[in-house]
């Protein structure tokens, strides 16, 4: 099986000291490739840092940067200006996360937006994708996106979890859509069971978002508790089952639009 993993909050601190038997154990689970997230400016540095010192051949580990939601309330110039630096360097392949989360409100609406403008504007001006976080707040996300739209290369709404409506609006407007474990929960995801098979290869990719959302169906479940790349394969069984397809069949086509969406090269065999 040949993955690539395209959420991975690789520099959370319950990672430390654990980080480079995760990326080897990812490896040996099919995950060949992962796009690490960034979620402030320093977490964006640290992100690239993470690129740079886990990834001997340059091939297999990249990042993003940017301000998340929860963070725009610190969304300032400087910040704009570490996240541009940080985007012209090879490894950081998309703006984001960025978005808007109106579930948690951790940051004022109105920053929210307009920390989203801006990095929104950032990636038309640096011709980047973008990688999107949005809770309960689709209609919002919509309108802003729809004034930026003909200029951004691609967008992917990381973690979709929302409704047909929501799914079929992002669809509308050419977004990809990012599918992690929580499909995986028979409590809150079993909506997407049905869902998934409407989104078309080529716009689909799976992701972790490790160390949260470990996928609920996974057994043995892991001592520690947290998701980490190598349960990647949990979300692609659960996925391939409800679009009808073999696991390999998934693998093959999210792998290639991960690859096309981020730029990523192929990597030599291991
Ligand atoms: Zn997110």
Redesign the pocket.
């Known amino acids: 099986m040949q993955l690539i993993d395209i959420g991975v909050n690789l520099t959370h601190p319950s990672f430390d000291g654990q980080r480079q038997a995760l990326v080897e154990r990812a490896f040996a689970a099919g995950v060949e490739q992962m796009v690490l997230t960034g979620t402030d400016a320093e977490d964006s540095e640290l992100a690239l840092e993470l690129c740079r010192s886990l990834d001997s051949d340059g091939a297999r580990l990249f990042s993003t940067a940017g301000v998340?939601p929860h963070e725009a309330r610190h969304w300032n110039d400087a910040v704009a200006g570490r996240l541009d630096a940080l985007l012209r360097e090879p490894e950081v392949r998309a703006v984001g996360?960025c978005g808007l989360d109106f579930n948690r409100d951790f940051s004022p609406r109105p920053l929210q937006e307009k920390a989203l403008e801006a990095q929104l504007a950032m990636a038309v001006r640096l011709r980047k994708p973008v990688f999107l976080?949005e809770r309960d707040a689709d209609e919002r996300l919509l309108a802003i996106l729809r004034e930026f739209r003909d200029g951004l290369p691609a967008a992917v709404v990381?973690?979709f979890t929302g409704e047909k409506r929501a799914l079929y609006r992002y669809m509308d407007i050419d977004l990809h859509i990012g599918i992690t474990g929580w499909i995986c929960d028979e409590r809150r995801g079993t909506h997407l069971h049905a869902l998934v098979g409407e989104i078309p290869a080529g716009r689909l990719m799976l992701e972790t978002?490790a160390p949260y959302l470990l996928p609920r169906s996974l057994r043995p479940k892991p001592k520690s508790g947290h998701n980490e790349p190598a349960f990647l394969v949990e979300v692609l069984r659960e996925v391939a089952r409800h679009r009808g397809e073999t696991e390999q069949e998934l693998a093959r086509h999210t792998r290639d639009c991960a690859r096309s969406f981020f730029g990523l090269p192929v990597p030599a065999a291991l």
Request: hydrophobic content about 0%.
């Open positions: 998340h996360e976080h990381h973690c978002d």
